[in-house]
């Protein structure tokens, strides 16, 4: 199994519908797939809110994402994902969050399209 330290996963709409349903697979499939001595990609979520584990770990009642079992546990979601705040529909917004992803994760030079 390939080791992904440097790899972050960046997923929008993380507080709600399929960006929180992508976030819950992703932890999961981190959670039941890799040893714990193998180095996981790290998830990114962005939404207008921030977004806790507390939240994740609820099901919705959403087409997108009811009837999912929670397979992470709190450590594997404060490990591996990180929550930002930003509003996409503010252009200046988005290249100040990721400026601050960018820092965050030791200038991994993150390349931005949008």
Not at 40 to 49: E, F, L, Q
């Amino acid at each position: 199994m390939k080791q992904y330290s440097d790899t972050l996963i960046i997923i929008t709409g993380a507080s709600s519908g399929l960006g929180k349903d992508a976030i819950r697979r992703l932890l999961t499939y981190l959670y039941k797939t890799y040893p714990e001595n193998l180095a996981k990609p790290t998830i990114v979520g962005i939404s207008r809110r921030k977004v806790t584990y507390e939240e994740l770990k609820i099901a919705e009642n959403d087409d997108n994402v009811r009837n999912i079992p929670l397979y992470f546990d709190e450590d594997t979601c404060n490990q591996n994902f990180y929550s930002f705040q930003c509003d996409l529909a503010l252009p200046e917004k988005i290249e100040e969050t990721f400026n601050e992803i960018d820092e965050k994760f030791n200038n991994k030079k993150i390349t931005k399209s949008y």
